[in-house]
C-alpha cells in the first residue's frame, strides 16, 4: 500500500542543519524537474517582492516567506517528517508512533509538493512556500510541469494506493489506464441532525485531522492490503464507517468531530 498525502502550509523552520542536497532526495530521476521548480522560484522569490506575493497567493503579512524562498539554497533542512506541522500532520503524530510504525509510515508514505514534486518521510528540506496551484516563469502552471515529470517514477508503485491528497495536489498525479483501479480517493464527511434531518458536509480542518488519524490507525495496526476492496475492510475493521459512492472513491462519515 502506498499512501499519498498532501504537505501543509505550515512548516517547522529549522536554525540549523545540512544545506538542500536535491540528490539526496528519494527519487532522484526527478532531480532535473526539482531543479527547475527551485530555479524558478528563488528567482521570482528574489525579484520584485509585490510581485512574489501576488504570485504565490500570500498576504501582506507573509512577505517573510518570499524572503525565505529567495535563500532556498542554502537555508537549513529538517526531515520532511519534521517539516510538515499542519493539521494532519498533528493528528498523524508521527514523532510517537512506535518503531515498527514508523517504518511503515516511511515506507509507505509519499508527499506531494509544488517545489519537490514528491518526497519520503526521510528527506531533508528546507521551509518554503509553494502551493501547487502556483504559475511560475518560466515552468509554467506548477501541477502541469509535475504531470510531465512524475509518471514515470509513479509507474513502479504497487497498489493499493490510498490517495488523501486535497484537489490541487492530486492534479499533479493520478495512475491511468488499470491502475486507475488501484486508486482509492478519500473524501471525509461530518454527519450531523439538524431539526430532525440528517446533513453531511465537508469541514476543511476537521477533514485534515481525520485523514490524519486515519493514516495513523492504518500504520498501528499494520494494515496491508493488496487491493482497494480490501483496503476499504481495513478501515472498516478499525470502525471507521466507510461508503463507497462510486468505484474507488471511499467516503469516511464522522459524527463526533
Not at 39 to 62: F, K, R
Not at 98 to 120: D, T
Amino acid at each position: 500500500m502506498q499512501i499519498l498525502l498532501p504537505p501543509s502550509e505550515g512548516k517547522a523552520h529549522p536554525a540549523r542543519g545540512a544545506a538542500l542536497d536535491l540528490a539526496s532526495l528519494a527519487f532522484p530521476e526527478l532531480t532535473a524537474a526539482r531543479e527547475a521548480a527551485l530555479d524558478a522560484l528563488i528567482t521570482l522569490s528574489a525579484g520584485d517582492e509585490d510581485t512574489a506575493v501576488a504570485t504565490l497567493g500570500l498576504s501582506t503579512g507573509q512577505r517573510d516567506e518570499v524572503r525565505r524562498n529567495a535563500l532556498l539554497r542554502t537555508a537549513p533542512t529538517t526531515t520532511a517528517a519534521k517539516l510538515y506541522t499542519g493539521v494532519l500532520y498533528d493528528a498523524l503524530d508521527l514523532a510517537t508512533l512506535p518503531p515498527a510504525a514508523k517504518r511503515r509510515a516511511n515506507a509507505q508514505i509519499l508527499i506531494f509538493s509544488g517545489l519537490f514534486g514528491v518526497s519520503r518521510l526521510g528527506d531533508r528540506l528546507p521551509a518554503y512556500r509553494c502551493g501547487m496551484d502556483v504559475t511560475l516563469s518560466p515552468l509554467g502552471a506548477v501541477a502541469g510541469h509535475w504531470r510531465r515529470a512524475l509518471p514515470a517514477t509513479m509507474a513502479g508503485l504497487g497498489g493499493p494506493i490510498l490517495d488523501l491528497r486535497s484537489s490541487s495536489y492530486a492534479a499533479a498525479w493520478r495512475p491511468a489506464g488499470g491502475r486507475i483501479n488501484d486508486l482509492a480517493t478519500v473524501r471525509v464527511l461530518h454527519e450531523r441532525v439538524v431539526g430532525g434531518e440528517t446533513k453531511r458536509s465537508v469541514v476543511s480542518h476537521f477533514n485534515k485531522a481525520t485523514k490524519g488519524r486515519l493514516v495513523r490507525d492504518l500504520l498501528l495496526a499494520g494494515a496491508a492490503p493488496r487491493s482497494v476492496r480490501a483496503l476499504t475492510a481495513a478501515l472498516r475493521d478499525l470502525k471507521y464507517t466507510v461508503e463507497e459512492p462510486s468505484p474507488g472513491a471511499l467516503d469516511v462519515v464522522v459524527r463526533d468531530l
